[in-house]
T-cell receptor
Framework: GAVVSQHPSRVICKSGTSVKIECRSL??????MFWYRQFPKQSLMLMAT?????????EQGVEKDKFLINHASLTLSTLTVTSAHPEDSSFYIC??????????FGSGTRLTVV | AQSVTQLDSQVPVFEEAPVELRCNYS??????LFWYVQYPNQGLQLLLK??????LVKGINGFEAEFNKSQTSFHLRKPSVHISDTAEYFC????????????FGKGTTLSVSS
């Protein structure tokens, strides 16, 4: 089946630094990928839609200058959290359309900013 | 626009009992429907999906769901649960349009005890 690989699974960074999260589709090409954020005990909130070769589309309230998304190839999308602060600590999950008409999710990245 | 309502935030059950997790959706267009399970600090695993055809959908781990268009529902059921089914369950809806993200319900915590 379709597999989306997300790395790193956990990262701890200092306040003010930047963190990059990678999301790769391993056995299919993903023209579109989606980035979600999940707070503890809460649902997934869509942050942005990433399209290969073009600018990402951000949801209302998501700072595009803080959450930089790059989708440079059909198999790789990255989310960079710039100048991270403790309030950016969260669980970030990527997703992509798969061949079967569904959506495959990465395993998530737990970001802790200290 | 689409929305998803999971009617129960928590469902406690005893092992080997049947369970139903309720999901209602709202949409002005035709949609695909999904159920995902999430274990702590992990990504989402697809349980089952409804794209078209038979309204009774069978998924992994003995789960099934029935699409009811008139009641705009997609309830998840399992005839006999195990301790290992303890997890967070998310219902999601996606419009039948390429490049569009899933919208999630708030989740239902299923707690199975012996």
């Amino acid at each position: 089946g379709a597999v989306v690989s997300q790395h790193p699974s956990r990262v701890i960074c200092k306040s003010g630094t930047s963190v990059k999260i990678e999301c790769r589709s391993l056995d299919f090409q993903a023209t579109t990928m989606f980035w979600y954020r999940q707070f503890p005990k809460q649902s997934l909130m869509l942050m942005a839609t990433s399209n290969e070769g073009s600018k990402a589309t951000y949801e209302q309230g998501v700072e595009k200058d803080k959450f930089l998304i790059n989708h440079a190839s059909l198999t790789l999308s990255t989310l960079t959290v710039t100048s991270a602060h403790p309030e950016d600590s969260s669980f970030y999950i990527c997703s992509a359309h798969d061949r079967g008409g569904g959506y495959t999710f990465g395993s998530g990245t737990r970001l802790t900013v200290v | 626009a689409q929305s998803v309502t999971q009617l129960d935030s928590q469902v406690p059950v005893f092992e080997e009992a049947p369970v139903e997790l309720r999901c209602n959706y709202s949409s002005s267009v035709s949609v695909y429907l999904f159920w995902y399970v999430q274990y702590p600090n992990q990504g989402l695993q697809l349980l089952l999906k409804y794209l078209s055809g038979s309204t009774l959908v069978k998924g992994i781990n003995g789960f099934e769901a029935e699409f009811n268009k008139s009641q705009t529902s997609f309830h998840l059921r399992k005839p006999s649960v195990h301790i290992s089914d303890t997890a967070e369950y998310f219902c999601a809806v996606g419009p039948r349009q390429a490049g569009t993200a899933l919208i999630f319900g708030k989740g239902t915590t299923l707690s199975v005890s012996s």
